[in-house]
């Protein structure tokens, strides 16, 4: 069964000259392949409960997939369904039934949309269905929704019901990454049989995500978080663990919340000061380098965790592995991959450059120059192919899809640097004499001997 999640040439520049008074550049805005707002699918697994297959038309109390909770399930015909879909009975009080929504993130707004019916079963009597069965559905960080079913009045036991399906809608906002949807019976009759409880089918969701938060620093990408199934894994090991194989993960990549930004502004090298009275010209080679940074590696290092290998991306500064499927990390391949499949360009671990550049500095100005680098984010999941792990994580790096900026900077010297082309040349003392005015002028013309013949001394320049 498929689970659907929300889904370079060397690093280029460009030099641009640019005064104090000049106008900088505008941020590059982040681009996202998704730019609306609207609803959005989202991926409900097994909502019809049809999985596994079933014989005969129950109840059966086999697990169903992608679902926790022991409950009764009926086939279509038994449910009174034509629609394919299997009706199941969420048993006495207590009992759930339950999935975590893969791909939704805390804060969105999630609307669910099902239907329900009473009991089918034959065990059931009057009193059980006569006046509708009560239920509760609950989504993580929403309110408790109470319903009960329609009612079947006349059901005489030994008599199997016909269903009486009724369309509902439930809307709540995620507390949590994933959040639960859960149904629970609220049935209390004690002489009720256990194939007696409300039943639900065809269960289906949308979301309306919130904005990407494009404000996060590139060093704290928040929590890495793993799953598996409907449970929250402890410790990223094992989930990582499960992707220890070329093929045995895919990386599925949420291109709505990944985009592109430029970063801060820095400072590439020295300022230049200009203290003499005249324009300069002055040559310098620039050097700059960019790194990536991810969550898995952030999340163990804030639990003071050793990063278990099979964890690992190479976006630690060891250049050694740029673009290379390194044995013993193959979750770095697996990103790479689905990376190049996605955005149609190649992923880059690391980029460098270097140039020469000349700058020209007026007098009493200062000169620097600022690289603004291009980067991508990119959020999304390994999902294991074997065991249902989960792994979400955020790689943020240096970016393919538009040139760095690099600003050659002109200014006024600040303060301190004013007070430097005012101070003195350093000289050493005069003790004698440095106050005193000159004693005489020396005008005379230097005498030069005149030529010699061979063998001859030269004349002795008289004294002066």
């Not at 106008?23 to 609306?36: E, G, I």
């Not at 663990?241 to 709505?256: H, K, Q, V, Y």
């Not at 898995?296 to 500064?317: C, F, K, M, S, W």
């Not at 900026?405 to 005069?430: D, F, I, V, Y």
Request: with cysteine; hydrophobic share 35%.
């Amino acid at each position: 069964m498929s689970r659907l999640f929300p889904s370079h040439p060397r690093l280029g520049t460009t030099l641009t000259a640019l005064t104090a008074t000049a106008l900088l550049f505008p941020p590059l805005a982040a681009t996202a392949v998704h730019a609306d707002t609207g609803e959005l699918p989202v991926s409900v697994l097994n909502g019809d409960f049809a999985e596994p297959a079933m014989k005969g038309d129950g109840p059966t109390t086999v697990g169903i997939d992608d679902w926790t909770g022991a409950n009764q399930r009926f086939s279509p015909t038994a449910s009174g369904r034509t629609d394919g879909s299997h009706g199941v009975g969420l048993e006495k009080d207590g009992n759930t039934l339950r999935q975590r929504l893969r791909g939704v993130r805390s804060g969105a707004r999630v609307t669910v949309t099902y239907e329900d019916s009473p009991a089918v079963s034959k065990d059931c009597v009057a009193a059980d269905v006569n006046a509708g069965q009560p239920y509760t559905v609950e989504g993580s960080g929403g309110a408790v929704q109470s319903v009960t079913t329609a009612p079947d009045p006349g059901r005489v036991k030994g008599t199997p019901g016909k269903g009486k399906w009724t369309g509902h809608t439930y809307t709540f906002t995620a507390g949590e990454n994933e959040p639960t949807l859960t149904f629970t019976s609220k049935v209390t009759t004690t002489s009720t049989s256990k194939t007696c409880g409300p039943m639900v089918t065809r269960i289906r969701a949308v979301q309306v995500p919130t904005a990407v938060d494009q404000t996060l620093d590139r060093t704290a990408l928040g929590t890495a978080e793993a799953y598996k199934g409907n449970e929250r894994e402890k410790s990223l090991h094992n989930a990582a663990a499960a992707c220890n194989g070329e093929s045995a993960c895919t990386f599925r990549p949420d291109t709505r919340a990944s985009f592109r930004y430029y970063g801060q502004a820095r400072v590439i090298g020295e300022a230049f000061v200009n203290c003499t009275r005249n324009p300069l010209e002055h040559k310098r080679v620039l050097r700059y380098a960019e790194r990536s940074h991810d969550s898995i590696a952030q999340t163990y290092a804030d639990a003071n965790l050793a990063l278990e290998e099979v964890a690992r991306l190479p976006t630690t500064g060891d250049r050694a592995e740029d673009g290379k499927r390194v044995k013993g990390r193959p979750m770095a391949a697996q990103f790479a991959l689905a990376y190049e499949k996605t955005w149609q360009r190649p992923w880059q671990w690391f980029s460098s450059d270097e140039r020469e550049i000349t700058e020209r500095i007026q007098p009493g100005e200062v000169s620097w120059v600022e690289l603004q680098p291009t980067r991508e984010r990119v959020e999304g999941w390994f999902v294991s192919k074997k065991d249902d792990y989960r792994l979400h994580a955020v790689v943020d790096g240096p970016s393919r899809a538009v040139p760095d900026r690099l600003m050659q900077r002109t200014g006024p010297m600040s303060a301190t640097e004013k007070q430097r082309c005012a101070a003195a040349r350093p000289a050493t003392n005069t003790p004698v004499g440095a106050n005193t005015p000159a004693a005489s002028a020396d005008k005379g013309l230097l005498e030069i001997p005149a030529p010699t013949a061979p063998g001859t001394r030269a004349a002795t320049l008289p004294d002066r």
